[in-house]
């Protein structure tokens, strides 16, 4: 595929194999099993699960390489948590996550199904022709030991790629000038990620915060005085995702038209099924993000 293509196909790849990884952050099964590996309730799992992969790193590290997050919210957890349990302990306990949270979204029938176990083998094969350079996140998870199991070795997949291609957004990012809170706010204000509350709480970002951001953007000329997205906003937007689709690219040329496809079908099918058998809960996400 030329590379045009490719763009295209990564972008729809990746919004059917997103849910397969993302679910784990709203699983139950992620609080019990994290918890029970040290941690501490509530948004510690999520930053110490996410971080583990590159060690005991500091609260400035996590929230340069996850981004959107208040820095204030990180440093409530990182590094304490590296106290409470080591990050070599903790992917294995995401990892027990991930298969109960699977086990109950999916179905057993799923779960060993010819389908899912081809879905497996396909992602794997799109993740190998991942690399590092410039991607901590994902460098960090790539030096995880791969699971034996069809659908955590999809799972796994579903994570490599997602980080690869979420470091290369943050790049985009980073060269568009858009910095954590201004990034967090206009894709909010597509109407196709969390709802605005939702975004705030969970990045813990204050209204004050929130609204000193805005204001900065309208000056800016990318929002208007409703909070929408001006035609330069959007634009911005619109030259982002294309710079991460492009930057996106590796693992669905090795992959191929044919086979990414086929990948695209069978995780259109395992995401829809999840969703509708709970994998998040109400009132996340805007209803344009369906």
Request: charged letters at 20%; a negative charge; hydrophobic letters at 45%.
């Amino acid at each position: 595929m030329d590379h045009a293509e490719a763009r295209g196909v990564a972008f729809r790849c990746h919004r059917v194999l997103e849910p397969l990884h993302s679910f784990v952050y709203f699983a139950p099964e992620a609080e019990q099993a994290l918890t029970e590996a040290g941690l501490r309730p509530g948004r510690m799992g999520y930053f110490a699960s996410r971080a583990a992969p590159m060690g005991t790193v500091s609260a400035g590290v996590v929230a340069a390489t996850f981004y959107n997050f208040n820095p204030e919210l990180v440093a409530r957890h990182i590094p304490r948590a590296w106290t409470l349990a080591t990050p070599e302990r903790i992917p294995p306990a995401r990892m027990a996550a991930a298969d109960a949270g699977l086990r109950r979204v999916l179905g057993e029938e799923l779960i060993t199904s010819p389908r899912l176990a081809e879905a497996a083998e396909l992602a794997r094969s799109a993740a190998s022709a991942c690399t590092a350079e410039g991607r901590p996140l994902y460098a960090g998870h790539a030096e995880l030991e791969w699971p034996s199991e069809p659908h955590l070795v999809l799972w796994h997949a579903a994570t490599l790629l997602r980080e690869y291609r979420g470091d290369g957004h943050i790049a985009a990012l980073v060269g568009h000038g858009l910095g954590g809170l201004a990034a967090l706010i206009t894709y909010t204000a597509t109407g196709k990620g969390f709802l605005e509350p939702v975004a705030k709480t969970s990045r813990g970002w204050s209204d004050e915060q929130w609204d000193a951001g805005v204001e900065d953007l309208r000056a800016q000329g990318l929002l208007d005085e409703d909070g929408r997205l001006t035609p330069e906003g959007t634009a911005l937007r619109e030259s982002l995702e294309e710079q991460t689709n492009a930057s996106a690219v590796a693992p669905w040329r090795h992959l191929g038209a044919e086979k990414a496809a086929r990948l695209h079908e069978l995780g259109r099918e395992l995401a829809r099924h999840a969703v509708a058998h709970g994998a998040f809960p109400d009132g996340i996400f805007a209803a344009t993000r369906a």
